[in-house]
């Protein structure tokens, strides 16, 4: 059993028209056929046709630009500094071509939210981010509510310059990468920016009426003591943000951090100090208000982040780009949706939209064994936890008919919480291990 590392959940204009002409051809076609089938019938999702209520979308875009490549990294990432003004043009590009060709699938579903991330979204110019915005806005009706639209960005003087135009281009919330407060932890992470640009940035978002801010913090970084970790605290803190979003280091294959790490080069706080560590926050954090709502993410109320939820409460979302994954509406052919996935590489992406192809190098209708287990971890990660009720409506199961063995194992062990209506929910020591349980739920 190992404690829980990262608990990251990242895994995200002028119209169809403003695409390039040499894009569109058959792949488009494809998408008005999908268009026309991948209708929903699960909770809260639906079709515009008489059976089904009508549901939202998600609209997630990968930007896989950064200034540079940090060495714990193993996102869908390239090095582009300064960002060269041609390849941001194809990229958008080849971006609109995509959600004009997959769209369809999605049809008549009311837009939740937006999220840009990567990589570095706010590396684009303002301009490509309300080009992206006016388009993604057009493809989809209006709901209720004004979507929630995220941006993330690092602290840099180009992107905090930048700051009052991606506001008015849409931009309503704003996910910063300050990651700490400490000159040294930062160095050592390989970050390209220090504490100071960090402050500066919040500084700066508050002044272009971010009113919705999200604060990313990194620990159990090489050399991080619990009190450094308290300071990072403090500084965040006494920003007041909306949102803070925090990762424990964790090793990835074949990053420079995990070679460092197996050569015995990288001092990393144990297994006993990361707990620590996560206890801390979560206290530092709830005390000031903001609540943990899920593994990694503390909000004030009313400020739980709407597209990561999507993920949460598997619903339906359009993932555009580079490495992006979608999730397409229930159908009676996929009860529980499909899941695509597009090429990781860049390069692979553009190649194919260029040569109106369709990115995607995967595609699983989702078995309900797969479901009903996804189903169970991600209620898990949650403040709320899995509901029987719920589970047994959407499967015709509750959870102990399924994992009668693991839920009483785990009950045993202390991870795990059970009410006299059989839901479930992780205890403190369960969110230590939470990958260890999950793993207990998940089809094999
Ligand atoms: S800035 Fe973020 S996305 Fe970019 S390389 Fe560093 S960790 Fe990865």
Redesign the pocket.
């Known amino acids: 059993m190992s404690p829980l590392g990262s608990t990251s959940t990242r895994t995200p204009p002028e119209g169809a028209g403003a695409v390039r002409a040499g894009a569109a051809g058959a792949w488009a076609e494809a998408g008005s056929r999908w268009g026309t089938a991948g209708q929903g019938n699960g909770p809260g999702q639906g079709s515009p046709g008489k059976l089904f209520p009508v549901g939202s979308v998600g609209v997630y875009v990968h930007v896989p630009f950064?200034e540079r490549?940090?060495p714990y990294?193993d996102?869908a990432?390239v090095a582009a500094r300064p960002l060269a003004p041609a390849l941001e043009e194809r990229y958008v590009d080849a971006l609109l071509c995509e959600l004009a060709a997959r769209r369809g699938v999605f049809a008549g579903r009311a837009l939740a939210s937006v999220y840009l991330g990567?990589?570095?979204p706010a590396l684009l110019q303002p301009a490509s981010v309300a080009r992206l915005l006016d388009a993604i806005r057009a493809a989809f009706p209006a709901g209720a509510r004004a979507p929630e639209v995220t941006l993330e960005a690092?602290p840099s003087t180009l992107e905090s310059a930048r700051l009052p135009a991606f506001r008015a281009a849409g931009v309503n919330r704003l996910s910063l990468?300050v990651q700490s407060f400490d000159d040294g932890v930062l160095k050592r992470l390989g970050r390209a920016h220090r504490a100071e640009a960090g402050r500066a940035a919040l500084r700066a978002a508050r002044a272009a009426g971010f009113a919705n801010l999200s604060i990313d913090l990194l620990f159990a970084a090489p050399g991080q003591s619990l009190a450094a970790l308290e300071r990072d605290l403090d500084e965040a803190i006494a920003f007041a943000p909306e949102h803070v979003s925090t990762y424990a280091l964790t090793l990835e294959p074949g990053t420079p951090f995990a070679r460092a790490a197996a050569r015995g080069r990288l001092a990393l706080p144990d297994d006993d100090a990361v707990a620590a560590m996560l206890e801390r926050v979560r206290g530092r954090l709830e005390a000031a208000g903001l609540l943990l709502y899920e593994l990694s993410n503390f909000a004030r109320p009313g400020f739980e982040a709407v597209h990561n939820a999507r993920y949460w409460e598997r619903r339906p979302v359009l993932g555009l780009g580079a490495s992006a994954w979608s999730t397409d509406p229930r159908a009676p052919e996929a009860p529980f949706g499909v899941r695509r996935e597009n090429a990781r590489a860049t390069a692979a992406y553009l190649a194919a939209v260029e040569a109106g192809a369709s990115p995607e190098v995967s595609a699983e209708v989702l078995a309900p064994r797969v479901a009903q287990g996804e189903a169970a971890f991600l209620a898990l990660r949650t403040r709320r936890g899995l509901v029987a009720s719920a589970f047994a409506r959407e499967f015709g199961a509750a959870p102990r008919a399924l994992w009668s063995e693991a839920i009483d194992e785990l009950r045993e062990a202390g991870l795990l919480r059970e009410s006299a209506a059989g839901d479930l929910a992780l205890t403190p020591r369960g969110r230590l291990f939470a990958d260890t349980v999950a793993e207990r739920f998940v089809a094999v």
Do not use: L, Y
Request: charged content about 0%; overall charge neutral.
């Open positions: 950064c490549v940090c990294c996102f990432v990567g990589g570095t690092n990468g």
